[in-house]
């Protein structure tokens, strides 16, 4: 189910800004995907372009190629005249970097709202399955069985977030994006969403921006890195290779400075 | 590095030989005196020199702002004193503030007070000369209307301040966002001028309809909706619209089930304080429904009463003897000012009830 991504030569605007450069990668499929590089590089931008969020900023748009390969071999160009950007976002989930639960929702309700938004009809009880399975995903549901009615800004930080997790799970992606997932985060909360992760790379295709190297080398097979040559000048993909070899013998004399401290 | 724990370095601060310098300090009831005897000064300097409670007030308050910044001054500093100094100022313009309220308050509610029976509220003007009758048919009109006006242009004001804050881009926002910016500053009595001259090219000249009221109110109401709507929606973190669509929902979606619910408290809120600037509006009404003296509430049939126009005749045209009709307008006047109260309090029991809570 988990599918491969290919991205082939992608420019990203904001407006007439070039913000991100010819990136051209590969991501595999059941695996953690980690992008590394200094602020303002275009990681999340990038990150962004693969679920079509990118084009809701006014003026944001997108040039190259992003395609979706699945297990069976179906190809889709995300891209793609005939493609709608909401059927890609039903098949590439997000977890953003501040969690976001909807105010208005409880907990229960927050979980459902992929479904419940989209319309779907479902009698109760396989709804209470499906939340009851994507809270237990996101190693939340012991911790709130017994607040499903509560509002779900009632939360910590730490819960908020899994809440997101299990949120963006509930809809059944087979792409999972995350966004700095864990920057709002303590420790603890930042490792119970890392096992996480490694749990859920069983089913999706994982990929990750991150501020945290230790965190990229933890949890991620491989390691992409972003730089930018300077200060209004575009970000560009500098290399992305398996991440042992990102964090001991870098081909790019940049990246080896980046993760060994010398800048950025 | 070693990652061997190392004890944590015992810092020895010595107690008791470092403290925080203490200032004197005026007490609170000592500053509240010196001002209220600064007060009583200025009033009896006035009463000495035989001028009105306004200057008997503005001498009190000059005098008891010098007397509790002399005071400060010498005691507590020059910093405190300021800030003293300041606070008086703050709570002296607060107080001018009040007093065109107040004021207003207690006039209409000791004159209207006279006529506030069980008679204003269940009888109309119909066959009345003289003592009696009531704005029983101005209330109901007034509700009638306003609540048309608010059918009108509740959907049309939300609607456009949804098109602005989530679809418009470009010249047409920024030809919406011109037109309600002028419409906003409309004279009410052109507002129902237009109305009038909409409504006299189907029903001829001297039409006199509910409906066209509601419309001219319209005209009025609708740019303060889209005004407050759209600031409200403006307040929707970004973050939730972007949440929604990275489920797959559609932008429709998103918003009538995230956007709208997140801020539906501010959306009522901004609605009831539209109902309340138009609820008093008078010139429109006066040129677009007129007067009757009976129960009319059909706003598609002729002449209907409502509490402002009401007001305005009973005091403009009383008969005679004339204190019985300027009673009545009181009333009239002081009823309009509780429903704009009313109102208000509506709003913030909205804002409050539909508010999103973080309840744990």
């Given at each position: 189910m988990a599918p491969r991504i290919d991205v082939t030569d992608l420019d990203l605007y904001y407006g007439s800004f070039l913000a991100v450069q010819g990136v051209t990668l590969s991501i595999e499929p059941r695996s953690i995907t980690a992008l590394i590089g200094p602020s303002g590089c275009g990681k999340s931008t990038f990150l962004r372009a693969l679920n079509r969020l990118h084009e809701v900023v006014p003026g944001a748009r997108v040039e190259g190629k992003v395609v979706l390969e699945g297990s069976s071999g179906q190809v889709v160009d995300l891209y793609g005249s005939d493609v709608d950007p909401v059927d890609v976002r039903r098949r590439i989930g997000m977890v953003f970097q501040r969690p976001n639960p909807f105010p208005t929702m409880s907990v229960y309700d927050n979980v459902a709202a992929g479904l419940r938004l989209n319309g779907a009809r479902m009698n109760r009880s396989a709804l209470d399955d499906l939340v009851e399975r994507s809270l237990r995903a996101a190693n939340l549901w012991t911790e709130v069985k017994d607040r499903l009615d509560r509002p779900?800004?009632?939360?910590?930080?730490?819960?908020?977030?899994?809440?997101?997790?299990?949120?963006?799970?509930?809809?059944e992606p087979e792409v999972l994006l995350m966004d700095e997932p864990c920057s709002a985060l303590d420790p603890i909360s930042t490792l119970a969403i890392e096992d996480l992760m490694t749990e859920l790379k069983e089913h999706f295709t994982?990929?990750?921006?991150?501020?945290?190297?230790?965190?990229?080398?933890?949890?991620?097979?491989?390691?992409g890195f972003f730089n930018l040559a300077g200060p209004g000048r575009p970000g560009h993909l500098v290399e992305i290779n398996p991440t042992g070899k990102i964090f001991s013998n870098p081909d790019n004399r940049a990246t080896?400075?980046?993760v060994s401290g010398r800048f950025g | 590095m070693s990652t061997a724990i190392?004890?944590?370095?015992?810092?020895?601060?010595?107690?008791g030989t470092r403290q925080l310098p203490t200032r004197r300090r005026l007490r609170r009831s000592s500053t509240a005196g010196l001002y209220l005897a600064g007060l009583l000064a200025g009033g009896a300097l006035a009463a000495l020199s035989g001028s009105g409670i306004v200057l008997a007030a503005g001498y009190g308050a000059v005098l008891g702002t010098v007397a509790v910044y002399v005071v400060s001054r010498s005691v507590e500093g020059r910093r405190t004193a300021t800030d003293r100094l300041v606070t008086c100022v703050v709570v002296a313009a607060f107080g001018i503030a009040m007093v065109p309220l107040v004021w207003l308050l207690w006039t209409v509610v000791s004159k209207g007070a006279r006529r506030l029976d069980g008679?204003?509220?269940?009888?109309?003007?119909?066959?009345?000369?003289?003592?009696?009758?009531?704005?029983?048919?101005?209330?109901?009109?007034?509700?009638?209307?306003?609540?048309?006006?608010?059918?009108?242009?509740?959907?049309?004001g939300l609607l456009t301040a949804i098109y602005l804050v989530e679809y418009g881009t470009g010249r047409l926002k920024a030809a919406i966002t011109f037109l309600v910016d002028t419409m906003t500053g409309i004279p009410s009595i052109v507002a129902g001028l237009f109305a009038y001259a909409l409504f006299a090219v189907f029903f001829g000249p001297g039409v006199r309809l509910g409906v066209a009221g509601a419309v001219a109110l319209s005209v009025l109401m609708i740019p303060v909706v889209v005004r407050s709507a759209e600031e409200v929606l403006k307040l929707v973190p970004a973050e939730l619209r972007e949440a929604s669509y990275a489920l797959g929902v559609p932008k429709w979606r998103t918003i009538v089930k995230v956007v709208v619910p997140t801020s539906i408290a501010g959306l009522g809120t901004a609605v009831m304080l539209a109902l309340a600037r138009v609820v008093g509006e008078t010139a429109p009404l006066l040129v677009t429904v007129g007067i009757t003296n009976?129960?009319?509430?059909n706003p598609f049939d002729g002449r209907m009463a409502t509490l402002p126009v009401f007001a305005y005749y009973q005091l403009t045209q009383p008969g005679f003897p004339p204190g019985f009709a300027i009673d009545r307008a009181w009333t009239a006047a002081l009823v309009l000012i509780a429903l704009v109260m009313a109102l208000d309090l509506a709003a913030r029991l909205i804002g409050r009830c539909f508010a999103p809570s973080t309840r744990r």
């Amino acid at each position: 189910m988990a599918p491969r991504i290919d991205v082939t030569d992608l420019d990203l605007y904001y407006g007439s800004f070039l913000a991100v450069q010819g990136v051209t990668l590969s991501i595999e499929p059941r695996s953690i995907t980690a992008l590394i590089g200094p602020s303002g590089c275009g990681k999340s931008t990038f990150l962004r372009a693969l679920n079509r969020l990118h084009e809701v900023v006014p003026g944001a748009r997108v040039e190259g190629k992003v395609v979706l390969e699945g297990s069976s071999g179906q190809v889709v160009d995300l891209y793609g005249s005939d493609v709608d950007p909401v059927d890609v976002r039903r098949r590439i989930g997000m977890v953003f970097q501040r969690p976001n639960p909807f105010p208005t929702m409880s907990v229960y309700d927050n979980v459902a709202a992929g479904l419940r938004l989209n319309g779907a009809r479902m009698n109760r009880s396989a709804l209470d399955d499906l939340v009851e399975r994507s809270l237990r995903a996101a190693n939340l549901w012991t911790e709130v069985k017994d607040r499903l009615d509560r509002p779900g800004g009632g939360l910590s930080g730490g819960q908020q977030q899994r809440l997101c997790i299990a949120r963006a799970i509930a809809v059944e992606p087979e792409v999972l994006l995350m966004d700095e997932p864990c920057s709002a985060l303590d420790p603890i909360s930042t490792l119970a969403i890392e096992d996480l992760m490694t749990e859920l790379k069983e089913h999706f295709t994982i990929v990750i921006v991150t501020h945290n190297m230790q965190q990229a080398a933890r949890v991620s097979e491989s390691t992409g890195f972003f730089n930018l040559a300077g200060p209004g000048r575009p970000g560009h993909l500098v290399e992305i290779n398996p991440t042992g070899k990102i964090f001991s013998n870098p081909d790019n004399r940049a990246t080896e400075d980046y993760v060994s401290g010398r800048f950025g | 590095m070693s990652t061997a724990i190392r004890p944590a370095p015992v810092i020895d601060i010595p107690t008791g030989t470092r403290q925080l310098p203490t200032r004197r300090r005026l007490r609170r009831s000592s500053t509240a005196g010196l001002y209220l005897a600064g007060l009583l000064a200025g009033g009896a300097l006035a009463a000495l020199s035989g001028s009105g409670i306004v200057l008997a007030a503005g001498y009190g308050a000059v005098l008891g702002t010098v007397a509790v910044y002399v005071v400060s001054r010498s005691v507590e500093g020059r910093r405190t004193a300021t800030d003293r100094l300041v606070t008086c100022v703050v709570v002296a313009a607060f107080g001018i503030a009040m007093v065109p309220l107040v004021w207003l308050l207690w006039t209409v509610v000791s004159k209207g007070a006279r006529r506030l029976d069980g008679t204003f509220f269940d009888s109309s003007m119909l066959g009345i000369v003289g003592p009696g009758g009531g704005g029983y048919h101005a209330v109901l009109g007034t509700v009638v209307i306003t609540a048309l006006a608010a059918v009108i242009s509740v959907p049309i004001g939300l609607l456009t301040a949804i098109y602005l804050v989530e679809y418009g881009t470009g010249r047409l926002k920024a030809a919406i966002t011109f037109l309600v910016d002028t419409m906003t500053g409309i004279p009410s009595i052109v507002a129902g001028l237009f109305a009038y001259a909409l409504f006299a090219v189907f029903f001829g000249p001297g039409v006199r309809l509910g409906v066209a009221g509601a419309v001219a109110l319209s005209v009025l109401m609708i740019p303060v909706v889209v005004r407050s709507a759209e600031e409200v929606l403006k307040l929707v973190p970004a973050e939730l619209r972007e949440a929604s669509y990275a489920l797959g929902v559609p932008k429709w979606r998103t918003i009538v089930k995230v956007v709208v619910p997140t801020s539906i408290a501010g959306l009522g809120t901004a609605v009831m304080l539209a109902l309340a600037r138009v609820v008093g509006e008078t010139a429109p009404l006066l040129v677009t429904v007129g007067i009757t003296n009976g129960t009319n509430l059909n706003p598609f049939d002729g002449r209907m009463a409502t509490l402002p126009v009401f007001a305005y005749y009973q005091l403009t045209q009383p008969g005679f003897p004339p204190g019985f009709a300027i009673d009545r307008a009181w009333t009239a006047a002081l009823v309009l000012i509780a429903l704009v109260m009313a109102l208000d309090l509506a709003a913030r029991l909205i804002g409050r009830c539909f508010a999103p809570s973080t309840r744990r």
